[in-house]
């Protein structure tokens, strides 16, 4: 009997990466290891009748941040050969889909080669679990950053890649109340405990929290807690008293220019949600 995990693929353009399709990730997850195939553009402007919101190379780099998404694959959206895309490890044992986007051709296709189908209900992908325990690695510096990351895009994830290198990184979301108070009405689109969930997500993330306190330096009793070697921010960040509280309190301050990853159009969040 094999002790290799199952492999198990999903599908999709995944163009405007949310919770609902992590959650998608996370139950796939549990049936073994998830490769993605990734519609390109021109199939998903075929399918979807407009262009990408965000094009394939950005849309696999986020893709390949999250933590339950082992490899994936630019691939068309209709398979119309008996064989799967290539660079797949194993062939796989599950097609897993989700209810709104279950079909029969995709059912019969998977009965044709012997392979499981598995849709997940609506019903199993509700809820944003709990963050987990995460105990420091050895030797390893801790690294605290604080943020609304209420539209989560590309520089985000480039931001944590680029943190996590310094040490273990917690990320700290604002609380509703206080991004209402910073940011005005109509902040945040998202719930803090969404916001916490797409956030923990991520594979360089260690754990995902949610700020206690108010005002720009609202996260500061998670960081009493948490005893951070370090407090990181980018250009825009670097406000609210932050530099002199982490003098104050004998942690290092850590500013990093804001650059997009290689090859990808910078992103602010508040040009994609308009205002």
């Not at 609902?20 to 553009?41: C, H, I, N, Q, S």
């Not at 050969?81 to 897993?96: F, H, N, R, S």
């Amino acid at each position: 009997m094999s002790n290799l995990p199952k492999q198990v693929i999903v599908s999709g353009g995944f163009d405007d990466l949310c919770s609902r399709d992590l959650r998608f990730f996370e139950e796939a997850a549990k049936l073994g290891e998830v490769t993605a195939l990734l519609w390109p553009d021109d199939a998903l402007q075929r399918l979807t009748g407009h262009a990408p919101k965000f094009p394939l190379v950005e849309r696999l780099y986020l893709l390949n941040a999250v933590r339950y998404v082992s490899k994936v694959i630019p691939a068309d959206a209709a398979i119309k050969t008996d064989e799967l895309p290539g660079g797949i490890a194993a062939y796989p044992d599950v097609w897993a889909d989700r209810e709104p986007f279950a079909g029969r051709a995709r059912e019969n296709f998977c009965r044709e080669r012997n392979l499981g189908y598995r849709v997940l209900a609506a019903d199993e992908l509700k809820g944003f679990p709990g963050p987990l325990p995460a105990p420091p690695a050895p030797g390893r510096k801790s690294v605290v950053v604080t943020g609304c990351y209420d539209w989560f895009h590309s520089g985000h994830v480039r931001f944590f890649e680029e943190v996590s290198a310094y040490g273990d990184l917690y990320v700290i979301v604002g609380h509703d109340a206080n991004i209402r108070l910073l940011k005005g009405a109509g902040h945040p689109l998202w719930p803090q405990d969404e916001r916490r969930y797409v956030v923990g997500s991520i594979k360089y993330v260690t754990q995902a929290l949610i700020s206690s306190g108010d005002g720009w330096l609202d996260a500061d009793p998670e960081i009493q807690r948490l005893k951070p070697d370090i407090y990181a921010v980018n250009e825009e960040g670097d406000q609210g008293g932050k530099r002199e509280y982490c003098q104050k309190n004998g942690i290092e301050y850590l500013v990093l220019r804001r650059v997009p990853a290689p090859g990808l159009p910078s992103r602010s969040s508040t040009d994609l949600r308009g205002f």
